[in-house]
C-alpha cells in the first residue's frame, strides 16, 4: 500500500513537472507578455516577492510569466525571486530588469515555508534601491488566468488573503496557550482565516509585520514549537489582534 502511494505521489509530481515545462516552453515567447514592460508611472511601484526553491521553482517560474503576460497597469512591477536556479536563465533579456534573483537554498517546504518574513528584512535596502512603494508576497504555485491590474490586491496599508475555508465554524488558529501565535476559542475579536499565501502592502508597514512575526517565530522556538499551520498561524495572530 505504502509503495502504491509513493508510485501515486511520483508520477503526479512528475506530471506537474512535464506540465510546467510545457507551459515554459510555450510562453518562452517575450511577445507573449501584455503590458508588463511598457513605460509606467513614477510615483508608485510594486514589489513581488516569490520563494520558489527545489521543486517550486517551476511552479514560481509559471507564475512569475503569468502575472507579466495577465498584468495591465500603468503602476511599474519587480519581482524578487528567491531560488536555488537562476531565474533569468529562463526569461528574455529584456525582461531582466523587472527580475532580482536571490540564490537561496533550503533543505525542505518547511524551511521555506518559515524564512517568509526573515527574506523580506533580507532584500529590504533593494527596495529602497529600487524605489518600491508597495510590496507584496505571493506562493510560488499562485495560478492567474485572466487579466487584472493592481486593484486586485493593492487595497490598503496592510493587507491579507481570506483562506477559501474562513466560511467554516471552526478556524484553523493555532490554539495553544503557551504559542505565540496563540488565539483563544472564545474571543470578541472578528474571526477571518487568513491563508499564508499572500501578504503584502507599503513597505514600511510590510517589514514592521516581518519583524513582529520573526519575534514571535523566536519565541516558540525556545520552547520548542512549532504552530499548526507554521507562518500562516503567526499571520492569522497578527490580524486578529
Same mark, same amino acid.
Given at each position: 500500500?505504502?509503495?502504491?502511494?509513493k508510485l501515486i505521489l511520483f508520477l503526479t509530481f512528475s506530471l506537474l513537472i512535464i506540465t510546467t515545462f510545457i507551459i515554459y516552453k510555450k510562453n518562452n515567447n517575450s511577445e507573449l507578455f501584455s503590458t508588463f514592460h511598457k513605460e509606467k508611472r513614477d510615483d508608485k511601484k510594486i514589489g513581488i516577492?516569490?520563494?520558489?526553491?527545489?521543486? @517550486?521553482?517551476?511552479?514560481?517560474?509559471?507564475?512569475?510569466?503569468?502575472?507579466?503576460? @495577465?498584468?495591465?497597469? *500603468?503602476?511599474?512591477?519587480?519581482?524578487?525571486?528567491?531560488?536555488d536556479k537562476n531565474i533569468l536563465n529562463y526569461i528574455p533579456d529584456k525582461f531582466h530588469q523587472f527580475v532580482k534573483f536571490i540564490e537561496t537554498k533550503h533543505d525542505n517546504w518547511h524551511d521555506a515555508t518559515n524564512s517568509k518574513f526573515q527574506n523580506?528584512?533580507?532584500?529590504?535596502? *533593494?527596495?529602497?534601491?529600487?524605489?518600491?512603494?508597495?510590496?507584496? @508576497?505571493?506562493?510560488?504555485?499562485?495560478?492567474?488566468?485572466?487579466?487584472?491590474d493592481h486593484k486586485w490586491f493593492m487595497i490598503g496599508d496592510l493587507v491579507g488573503g481570506q483562506h477559501y475555508n474562513d466560511h467554516l465554524e471552526k478556524k484553523g488558529? *493555532?490554539?495553544?496557550?503557551?504559542?505565540?501565535a496563540y488565539i483563544?476559542?472564545?474571543?470578541?475579536?472578528?474571526?477571518?482565516?487568513?491563508?499564508?499565501?499572500?501578504?503584502?502592502?507599503?513597505?514600511?508597514?510590510?517589514? *514592521?509585520?516581518?519583524?513582529?512575526l520573526i519575534e514571535n517565530q523566536k519565541k516558540d522556538k525556545k520552547i520548542n514549537y512549532e504552530p499548526i499551520w507554521d507562518d500562516e498561524s503567526y499571520i492569522n495572530n497578527y490580524f486578529h489582534y
Open positions: 500500500m505504502i509503495k502504491k502511494i516577492v516569490i520563494i520558489a526553491t527545489n521543486s @517550486y521553482f517551476l511552479l514560481g517560474l509559471r507564475f512569475m510569466k503569468q502575472f507579466m503576460h @495577465y498584468y495591465d497597469s *500603468d503602476i511599474g512591477c519587480k519581482f524578487y525571486f528567491f531560488s523580506f528584512l533580507n532584500i529590504e535596502n *533593494d527596495f529602497k534601491k529600487d524605489n518600491i512603494t508597495d510590496i507584496f @508576497y505571493f506562493d510560488a504555485d499562485t495560478t492567474i488566468k485572466k487579466k487584472f488558529y *493555532d490554539r495553544n496557550p503557551k504559542s505565540a483563544p476559542e472564545k474571543t470578541n475579536l472578528p474571526q477571518t482565516y487568513y491563508y499564508g499565501a499572500f501578504f503584502g502592502g507599503k513597505v514600511n508597514n510590510v517589514i *514592521d509585520f516581518c519583524k513582529k
